[in-house]
């Protein structure tokens, strides 16, 4: 520990206001907080609040001028680190820069033409540099997605790329094409083409993971006697058997009928939710029903009623 | 960890209620919440405690203070941003572009 006299850069036999000047004025200079990214301030304001802790108390400058205690230990109660919290990012709090990012423009001012903004020095060409890696959004249909297609898409600089989406592809998935983003100078290599997948939202398929839901509406006579239905699937209209008495809501699946194979993953399965449809008013049906007399009078509720 | 005014204000030996109120009316610290039900996070607890220093150590007064705070929130938030770039730098540059890039600055800050 460096003698605390030194430290504050006063005479030993300076008045308590002396110090408090002298802290003061070192403080100013040496506050973390106001030199984020100094380690040396950090380091010097240590010592500088350590030596003033000492100094400024008159009994513990009296110890230590006796020689009763040494200046170790004299270290103030670890404050909170204003730096610390506005370096990350709850510092936003206290941003007065543009709310919702910078963008070219904002970031022009300080790094000149390398963002997009106008004028500016050209980059030096002195030395070889990889071409950059290029980003781009490429929006696929649901069953495009699925399924695996191709898709043509034509660059900004007027280059067309065949882009194969593969079967099972997910939102956000991102395909690197190599070679395909911008050149390379002083003979560096090209940059890759990043390709995002948007996937649209299909009417009545849903994704789960592998499996894929739909909700199949059937009319009355298929619910309560059964039979085969044609059942829209990713690759096309399949038969399904619908079992008779089969309730609005039954879950029925089709294995293997989901996304189809990809590496690593196995087929999944599509799950159809039957709904039963009544349809159009029909006078026979209401007068059946009006005359119906069940052999089960169920209240279709009671589960629901159990309930607290 | 969030804090309530009144231990905030048991925290900081001296530490004016009067004075934290008006810190609070002028947007200096920006606790959430409303009058009376403050809830100040690390970082406007960390806040304080700079403003405080800033007030009876480094003797800046109420008059000065805004000019401060300002300037270092403009540094802080160049800082952040600076990160971000850096950041984002490290996520699309190939690395003898960022080699390239590091040997550039430190070519053109040296002093």
């Known amino acids: 520990m460096d003698d605390p006299y030194k430290t504050l850069g006063v005479a030993r036999d300076a008045s308590q206001d002396a110090i408090r000047q002298a802290y003061r004025k070192l403080a100013k200079k040496h506050h973390p907080d106001l ?24 009994d513990k400058r009296g110890q230590y001028d006796r020689g009763e205690i040494d200046a170790a230990g004299q270290e103030r109660a670890q404050r909170p680190s204003y730096r610390e919290h506005a370096d990350g990012d709850p510092g936003r709090r206290y941003s007065q820069g543009p709310q919702g990012g910078w963008g070219a423009d904002d970031l022009g001012d300080i790094f000149g033409s390398m963002f997009g903004g106008g004028g500016g020095r050209r980059p030096s060409a002195s030395y070889r540099s990889d071409g950059d890696d290029q980003r781009y959004v490429l929006t696929a249909e649901f069953l495009e997605a699925v399924n695996g297609a191709t898709r043509r898409l034509t660059l900004p600089d007027g280059r067309v790329l065949d882009v194969k989406i593969p079967a099972g592809a997910t939102e956000g998935l991102v395909m690197r094409l190599r070679g395909q983003g911008g050149p390379g100078s002083n003979g560096g290599a090209a940059g890759d083409a990043l390709i995002e997948i948007h996937v649209t939202p299909h009417p009545f398929f849903e994704r789960s993971g592998q499996d894929i839901r739909l909700v199949l509406p059937v009319s009355l006579t298929e619910a309560v006697l059964g039979g085969p239905v044609e059942v829209r699937t990713p690759r096309g209209p399949v038969k399904m058997q619908i079992p008779p008495d089969s ?15 990809s590496k690593g993953k196995a087929a999944g399965d599509l799950y159809a939710t ?35 | 960890m969030m804090m309530s005014f009144d231990v905030l204000i048991t925290q900081i030996d001296g530490l004016d209620p009067d004075a934290l109120m008006r810190w609070i009316a002028n947007e200096w610290v920006r606790p ?26 480094m003797e800046v007064d109420e008059v000065a203070l805004p000019v ?33 890039i590091s040997d550039q600055v430190a070519e053109k800050t040296r002093s």
């Not at chain 2, 270092?72 to 996520?91: H, P, S, T």
């Open chain 1, 247 to 261: 309730d609005s809501g039954t879950e029925l699946r089709l294995r293997g009928r989901g996304v189809p194979p």
């Open chain 2, 68 to 100: 401060v705070l300002s300037l270092l929130d403009q540094v802080y938030d160049l800082r952040r941003r600076v990160k971000a770039i850096g950041e984002a730098l490290g996520e699309v540059a190939a690395k003898d572009v960022r080699q390239a």
């Open chain 2, 32 to 57: 959430e919440g409303r009058a009376g039900h403050y809830l100040f996070q690390e970082i406007d607890v960390a806040r304080v405690h700079l403003i405080y220093e800033l007030r009876e150590e």
């Open chain 1, 274 to 308: 039957l709904r039963v449809v009544i349809g159009k008013p029909d006078t026979a049906l209401t007068d059946f029903i009006r005359d119906w007399k069940p052999h089960d009078c169920l209240n279709p509720r009671v589960k629901m009623e159990a309930v607290p």
């Open chain 1, 35 to 58: 030199n984020p990214g100094s380690a040396k301030a950090e380091e010097q304001f240590k010592k500088i609040a350590a030596a003033n802790g000492l100094l400024s108390d008159p």
